[in-house]
C-alpha cells in the first residue's frame, strides 16, 4: 500500500464548529505532515510530526490541533475557524523527517467555512 | 527565505513539444526535489536531485541543478495532454520542505 488517505474530501462548517481531518497511511513512514494550499499558491507548511512526535510548528494559530494517535494516523482538529481559513489541506508522509526523503501526499480535503 | 522561484508561471504548448521550466532559489540546499499536482490534487513526486549530482533523468524527465547559479531546471520530453498540471520545485537546508511558486503547464492536444 504505497498511498496516503484523507477524509473527508470535502468539507463546509461555520466559524463556531468543530470538526477533524483525518489522514492515514501504512506505509511505515515516520514522518508526517499537514500543509495548507491556498488558489494558485503552493503548500505551505503547518505542522510535521516525527515519530508521532511533534517537531514543528510553523507558527500555526491554536484554532489547529494537530494529533499523532499512531504512527499510521494523523488528525487536524478545527475549532472556531475564519473564512480566510478555507483551504485545500494537505497531508504528506515520509520514511523519515530527512531531507532526503521524497514525500507522498494525500488527495487532501477542500475546506470551505462559512 | 529560500523558497524558490519558478519560471515561467505558466507554460502553454502543444502536445509533443518539450517543456522547460526553472527553479531559483537562495540559500545552499543538501537537495532539490520536484512535484506535479494535478489541479485541486495532492503532489506526486518526480525527482530528487542532490546538491553534488549536475543531472538526473527519470522516463521523459531530465533535471539540471547548478549550485553555482542556485538554479534548477526540468525538462519535460514529448510532452502528452496528460502533463498538464502545476510543477513544483521544492528546497529544503534542513527539513521541512519550502515549496517555490510553481509553474503552471498546459499541454494542448
Known amino acids: 500500500d504505497t498511498e496516503v488517505t484523507q477524509t473527508p474530501k470535502h468539507l463546509v462548517m461555520g466559524m463556531t464548529n468543530k470538526k477533524s481531518l483525518k489522514c492515514e497511511q501504512h506505509?511505515?513512514?515516520?514522518?508526517m505532515y499537514w500543509y495548507k494550499q491556498k488558489a494558485k499558491k503552493p503548500p505551505e507548511l503547518m505542522f510535521v510530526y516525527s515519530y508521532e512526535k511533534l517537531s514543528i510548528n510553523e507558527s500555526v494559530p491554536s484554532r489547529f490541533s494537530p494529533e499523532c494517535p499512531n504512527s499510521s494516523l494523523l488528525n487536524l482538529h478545527l475549532h472556531a475557524l475564519q473564512p480566510e481559513d478555507s483551504a485545500l489541506y494537505l497531508c504528506?508522509?515520509?520514511?523519515?523527517?530527512?531531507?532526503?526523503?521524497?514525500?507522498?501526499f494525500g488527495p487532501g480535503t477542500r475546506l470551505t467555512v462559512l | 527565505s529560500q523558497q524558490g522561484e519558478e519560471d515561467p508561471q505558466a507554460l502553454s504548448i502543444q502536445e509533443g513539444e518539450n517543456a522547460t521550466m526553472n527553479c531559483s532559489y537562495k540559500?545552499?540546499?543538501?537537495?532539490l526535489q520536484w512535484y506535479r499536482q494535478n489541479s485541486g490534487r495532492g503532489l506526486v513526486h518526480l525527482i530528487l536531485?542532490?546538491?553534488?549530482?549536475r543531472e538526473k533523468h527519470s522516463g521523459r524527465l531530465r533535471v539540471t541543478l547548478d549550485t553555482s547559479k542556485k538554479s534548477s531546471s526540468l525538462l519535460i520530453t514529448a510532452s502528452r495532454a496528460a502533463d498538464t498540471a502545476s510543477y513544483f520545485c521544492?528546497?529544503?537546508?534542513?527539513?521541512?520542505?519550502?515549496f517555490g511558486k510553481g509553474t503552471r503547464l498546459s499541454v494542448i492536444a
Open positions: 506505509m511505515g513512514h515516520r514522518a
Open positions: 521544492a528546497t529544503d537546508r534542513k527539513t521541512p520542505l519550502v
Open positions: 540559500t545552499s540546499i543538501n537537495n
Open positions: 504528506a508522509s515520509s520514511f523519515r523527517d530527512s531531507p532526503y526523503n521524497e514525500q507522498f
Open positions: 536531485i542532490r546538491s553534488n549530482e
